[in-house]
């Protein structure tokens, strides 16, 4: 087992945040530390992992795993759920605080840290759909990847900001696609009969999917740019919609920035319900060292006029942007003080949600395959702080953000607060 990081007080740091924030739920602390400093799994905790109930082959454009059907079933694919619902998607990374562990204790599987056994979790089960093929014979698992009541669909697996390198420094999709496509000739593309068919199999299964969620790489090629892009957004939300009765259905897509006459079009030919597309960085200079493909094409001032103006086609409390929460600590050029980079962040969230843009923050895990692997991340109190300050800004603005909230992403410890 390995040893909790033990504090001056004689505390874990988990438990020491724990006790100096006790307004912000132990649960949300807790997702942001297993993403922040990684899981692993004991040997007796995969005793609980049962493959006929648990997901074991998932493909997204970030990660793979089971992708060969006779390789050994793990439990990286299967996701945890905390007491509260919420899940969290996470696994192990390389740091010196050391992973959390998920083991099997008096029967019963618990996250622990060294001797310290945090929580009690439990595994979600897998959908229906997963174990079925389209009619062209493609395992549907393959084109959508399940969270518990969201559904993941990825029409393009590469990203062209790396066709010459500048894609963001966070980001593996580069490396994950041309390993995936050497190793089990993943398509850089979805063919939408079999989107249209894996949805209609999706949400047949009674009280599982509450959203379809659609993003994948940039793609700058047609008659201006991201053109292409938005053809094929518009062609796999048409095929999307074909399983609905009603003009538009639940759905986010998170995409590159479009214009807003790219935008207008986007709303009026699909049924498409919200909008997201992820600025990464909430600051100029920060942004343009982290993002230079997005810099280049576009520019950080761009970006975000851009989001702004999705609001006047999409409505308030339907436009959000991600941000890689944590990633503008990254060395040599990110903010040197947390204080700094909180303070910089929320200031442009701020002014964003003041025009309608909501801001959610994923929690930075230098991932193999990206420029910053091996980076280290913030510390814990900095990721409560930041969901604090993101949940307060929209509280202030009064702006809702149940198109991203804990049922339907579960990936940001900031509106898993907007529920309390
Ligand atoms: S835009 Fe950036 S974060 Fe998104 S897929 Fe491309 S390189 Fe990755």
Not at 151 to 168: M, V
Not at 216 to 245: K, R, T
Not at 370 to 399: A, M, T, W
Request: one cysteine or more; a negative charge.
């Amino acid at each position: 087992m390995t040893q909790s990081v033990q504090t001056k007080s004689g505390l874990s740091a988990y438990r020491e945040v724990v006790a100096k924030y006790p307004d912000v739920s132990p649960l949300v602390i807790l997702k942001a530390d297993l993403q922040r400093r990684g899981v692993t799994y004991s040997q007796a905790a995969f005793g609980h992992f049962d493959p006929a109930r648990h997901l074991v082959q998932a493909r997204s454009i970030f990660v793979s795993v089971g992708e060969k059907p006779d390789e050994t079933p793990t439990m990286a694919s299967a996701g945890l759920i905390l007491r509260d619902g919420t899940t969290v998607i996470s696994g192990p990374r390389l740091n010196t605080e050391g992973l959390f562990v998920v083991d099997s204790i008096d029967g019963k599987l618990v996250i622990t840290d060294g001797d310290d056994i945090i929580e009690e979790v439990d595994l979600w089960e897998k959908p229906d759909y997963v174990s079925k093929t389209t009619s062209s014979g493609k395992p549907m698992w393959q084109i959508a990847t399940p969270r518990p009541q969201r559904l993941d669909i990825n029409p393009y697996s590469y990203c062209h900001f790396w066709d010459d390198g500048h894609g963001c420094k966070f980001c593996n999709i580069s490396w994950n696609y041309h390993k995936e496509h050497k190793a089990n000739n993943k398509p850089i593309r979805l063919d939408p009969r079999d989107v249209s068919e894996t949805v209609a199999e999706a949400i047949r299964q009674p009280g599982r999917f509450t959203n379809i969620m659609l993003t994948g790489g940039s793609i700058f090629s047609g008659d201006e740019l991201f053109a292409d892009e938005l053809d094929l957004y518009i062609e796999i939300l048409q095929a999307i919609g074909e399983n609905f009765s009603t003009r538009r259905f639940p759905s986010q897509l998170i995409s590159s920035s479009f214009a807003p006459h790219q935008l207008a079009r986007l709303y009026e030919e699909t049924g498409v319900l919200t909008y997201t597309s992820d600025i990464e960085v909430l600051n100029e200079e920060k942004f343009n060292w982290i993002c230079p493909g997005k810099t280049a094409k576009l520019g950080y001032r761009e970006w975000k006029r851009r989001l702004v103006e999705a609001v006047g086609i999409f409505g308030r409390g339907r436009v959000n942007t991600g941000i890689v929460g944590g990633v503008e600590t990254a060395t040599p050029h990110g903010f040197a003080s947390e204080d700094d980079a909180l303070a910089a962040t929320l200031e442009e969230a701020d002014d964003l949600a003041s025009q309608g843009v909501s801001t959610v923050h994923c929690v930075w895990g230098p991932t193999p395959g990206s420029v910053f692997f091996k980076q280290k991340v913030p510390s814990l109190e900095y990721y409560v702080r930041l969901s604090q300050g993101l949940d307060q800004i929209r509280r202030n603005h009064g702006l809702n953000v149940d198109m991203d909230n804990y049922r339907l992403c579960g990936n940001h410890p900031d509106s898993d607060l907007s529920r309390i």
